[in-house]
C-alpha cells in the first residue's frame, strides 16, 4: 500500500493528545494499531519501520513478550506500592541493577516517571546538598546553546532554544548558555577541535565572570539530541569541561535521557569517555523502552548519604519508584542482557553507519552524517560545497517525514530554531536491529530522501550535485 495514513478527524470531544498540536500540520499521524519488533502498522495495514524508536525511546523493539509478560506478574503480585510509607523489591532490585551497570561513582538512584522530571530531580538534589553544605549561593545553572532539557518551565529555561524565550519571560530563570561544542556548522576559521577549544574558554569566561562560588552546576547533553542532531564533541572537550568543574566545584552532570542506556554501545554515554566521568548522570527514555514512563537520576553515594543523613532528600511524586515501572524495566535490562543489545549496537551501528556515508556520498542533498552507536542524525542541505541551509519559511523536516510515512518510514525530527542551526533528522532504530533490517531501512530511506531530493529540486531549493 502506497500513499500518505489518513488524515486525524478532530470529534467534537476528547480525541487523541495531537488534538492540542497545530492543526494546520502538513505531516498526518498514522493511527497505530500494531507494532512487533522494528516494524509499527496503521489502520489501514501499512507498515512503517520505526527509524527512530519514537522519540529514541523503543530500544528493545515494540511487542516484546517477555516484558509483557513481567508487566502482568508485577500487576498481579504489587500493583502499587507508596514509596513515602512503603518499600518494594522491584524497586531495590532496579537501582542495584542500573548502578552495577553505570559502574563507580553512581551508587544511588533516584526513580521518577520521565525525564524532565529526571533532570529536575537533578537540579532539586544539587541545590539541597549545596545548601547542607553550606554553600546556599551555589544556585546558577550553565548549558548549552543550542540544547534541549525537557518540557517542564524549570528544564525549558534550561534548553538552548532562543526561541522559546518569549514564553518564559517572567515565568522562569534562563540557564546561563555557553555554545554547543558543534561539528559541522562551524564558525569561519574553525575546525570541530578548535571549536571546542572555543567552547571551553566560553565555558571558563563565564565562570569567571559569574563567580565559580555562584555557580551549582553545568548540564550537558555527551552526545546531542534533537537541538544539535547527534552532536559529538572532540575527547580532549570531555577531558577539559571534567577539569574546570572539578577546579570550580560545580557538579557536571551528563543528561543522558536520549543518548543512555547503551544508544551508543556502552550502557552510559559517559563510559566512552571514562577519564572525564559526571558527577551526576540523568536517563529515562530507553530505560523503560517505551513499556512504562521511567526516568532515573545516577548520584554517588557519598553525596546522596551525605543529604540523607541531615536534611534528607525527599523526592517524592505519587509514582516515584511503582512496582509495575520498576519490574517492566528489569525485565528491559534482563532482554538487555539475553539478546546481547550493548555489542550488537556497536555491530549495527557500524554497519548503518557505513551504509548511510554511502548514501551522503551519491546524494546531493545529504550533508552530514553524525552521532555514535545507535544515535545517529541525517542533516540535509540545499547545497553540499556550501552547507546551504533551507528558508525559514520551508520545512525540510516535514517534507522528510512526508516523504518517510510514502516510503515505510516514521521518522522523527522538528524543525528547531526554525532552521538556523540546520535540518535533520533521527537514525534511531530500535537496538535490536539485524543485518537484513538494516538492509531494508537504508533501501526505504534512500528512497525517502530521492524523494525529498527530487521534491526540493522541483521547488527549485537545491542547486548542489552529489560530488560536491
Ligand atoms: C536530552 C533530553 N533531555 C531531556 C528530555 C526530556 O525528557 P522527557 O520528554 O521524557 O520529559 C529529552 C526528551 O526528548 C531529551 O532528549
Keep these: 500500500m502506497t500513499g500518505?495514513?489518513?488524515?486525524?478527524?478532530?470529534?467534537?470531544?476528547?480525541?487523541?493528545?495531537?488534538v492540542f498540536y497545530p492543526w494546520n500540520g502538513a505531516v498526518p499521524r498514522p493511527?497505530?494499531?500494531?507494532?512487533?519488533?522494528?516494524?509499527?502498522w496503521d489502520e489501514d495495514g501499512r507498515d512503517y519501520i520505526d527509524l527512530s524508536s519514537g522519540p529514541v525511546v523503543s530500544n528493545i523493539g515494540h511487542g516484546s513478550e517477555v516484558v509483557a509478560d513481567a508487566m502482568a506478574r508485577q500487576a498481579k503480585t504489587v500493583d502499587f506500592a507508596y514509596c513515602s510509607h512503603a518499600r518494594s523489591q522491584p524497586n531495590i532490585d532496579l537501582t542495584a541493577r542500573i548502578a552495577a551497570l553505570a559502574g563507580p561513582g553512581f551508587e544511588r538512584v533516584c526513580l521518577s516517571s520521565g525525564g524532565s522530571e529526571a533532570i529536575e530531580c537533578a537540579v532539586k538534589f544539587l541545590r539541597q546538598y549545596a545548601v547542607v553544605m553550606g554553600e546556599p549561593q551555589r544556585r546558577k545553572i550553565i548549558t548549552c546553546n543550542p540544547s534541549?532539557?525537557?518540557?517542564?518551565?524549570?528544564?525549558?529555561?534550561?534548553?538552548?532554544?532562543?526561541?522559546?524565550?518569549?514564553?518564559?519571560?517572567?515565568?522562569?530563570?534562563?540557564?546561563?548558555?555557553?555554545?554547543?561544542p558543534v561539528s559541522y556548522r562551524l564558525p569561519a576559521n574553525h575546525t570541530a577541535t578548535t571549536y571546542?577549544?572555543?567552547?571551553?574558554?566560553?565555558?571558563?569566561?563565564?565562570i569567571r565572570k559569574e563567580g565559580a562560588d555562584t555557580i551549582l552546576a553545568f548540564?550537558?547533553?555527551?552526545?546531542?539530541?534533537?537541538?544539535?542532531?547527534?552532536?559529538v564533541p572532540p575527547p580532549e572537550y570531555f577531558r577539559q569541561i571534567r577539569e574546570i568543574c572539578t577546579k570550580a566545584g560545580i557538579a557536571l552532570v551528563f543528561d543522558e535521557v536520549l543518548c543512555g542506556t547503551g544508544r551508543t554501545g556502552t550502557f552510559l554515554a559517559a563510559h566512552n569517555w571514562p577519564d572525564a566521568l559526571p558527577d551526576l548522570v540523568v536517563m529515562a527514555k530507553g530505560l523503560g523502552s517505551g513499556y512504562t514512563p521511567l526516568g532515573a537520576t545516577l548520584i554517588p553515594a557519598r553525596m546522596a548519604d551525605?543529604?540523607?543523613?541531615?536534611?534528607?532528600?525527599?523526592?517524592?511524586?505519587?509514582?516515584?519508584?511503582?512496582?509495575?515501572?520498576?519490574?517492566?524495566?528489569?525485565?528491559?535490562?534482563?532482554?538487555?542482557?539475553?539478546?546481547d543489545i550493548l555489542r550488537n549496537t556497536k555491530k549495527m551501528g557500524a554497519y548503518l553507519r557505513e551504509k548511510l556515508e554511502g548514501l551522503k556520498a551519491h546524494s546531493s542533498v545529504v550533508g552530514d552524517i553524525r552521532g555514535l552507536g545507535l544515535v545517529m542524525a541525517l542533516e540535509v542541505v540545499t547545497d553540499k560545497a556550501t552547507k546551504g541551509q533551507f528558508p525559514p519559511e520551508v520545512s525540510p523536516v516535514d517534507?522528510?517525514?512526508?516523504?518517510?510515512?510514502r516510503n515505510g518510514l516514521l521518522v522523527y525530527g522538528r524543525r528547531t530554531a526554525h532552521g538556523r542551526n540546520g535540518d535533520w533528522i533521527m537514525v534511531c532504530p530500535?537496538?535490536?536491529?539485524?543485518?537484513?533490517?538494516?538492509?531494508?531501512?537504508?533501501?526505504?530511506?534512500?528512497a525517502m530522501v530521492a524523494d525529498f531530493e527530487a521534491e526540493t529540486r522541483r521547488m527549485g531549493l537545491v542547486s548542489g550535485t552529489a560530488g560536491a
Design 4 to 18: 500518505l495514513p489518513r488524515k486525524a478527524i478532530h470529534p467534537a470531544q476528547g480525541g487523541g493528545q495531537d
Design 196 to 206: 571546542a577549544r572555543h567552547c571551553v574558554e566560553a565555558l571558563e569566561q563565564m
Design 430 to 446: 530500535p537496538m535490536i536491529i539485524t543485518r537484513a533490517e538494516c538492509d531494508e531501512l537504508m533501501r526505504r530511506l534512500s
Design 219 to 231: 548540564f550537558i547533553e555527551p552526545v546531542g539530541g534533537l537541538a544539535t542532531g547527534c552532536n
Design 306 to 339: 551525605t543529604l540523607a543523613a541531615s536534611a534528607g532528600f525527599a523526592f517524592i511524586h505519587t509514582y516515584t519508584a511503582n512496582p509495575i515501572s520498576c519490574a517492566t524495566a528489569l525485565a528491559v535490562l534482563d532482554e538487555y542482557e539475553r539478546l
Design 31 to 40: 493511527l497505530i494499531v500494531r507494532a512487533k519488533g522494528i516494524t509499527m
Design 148 to 180: 534541549y532539557h525537557g518540557a517542564t518551565m524549570l528544564t525549558l529555561a534550561m534548553s538552548g532554544d532562543d526561541d522559546i524565550a518569549p514564553y518564559l519571560d517572567g515565568m522562569a530563570l534562563a540557564a546561563l548558555k555557553v555554545p554547543s
Design 399 to 405: 517534507l522528510l517525514k512526508l516523504a518517510g510515512l
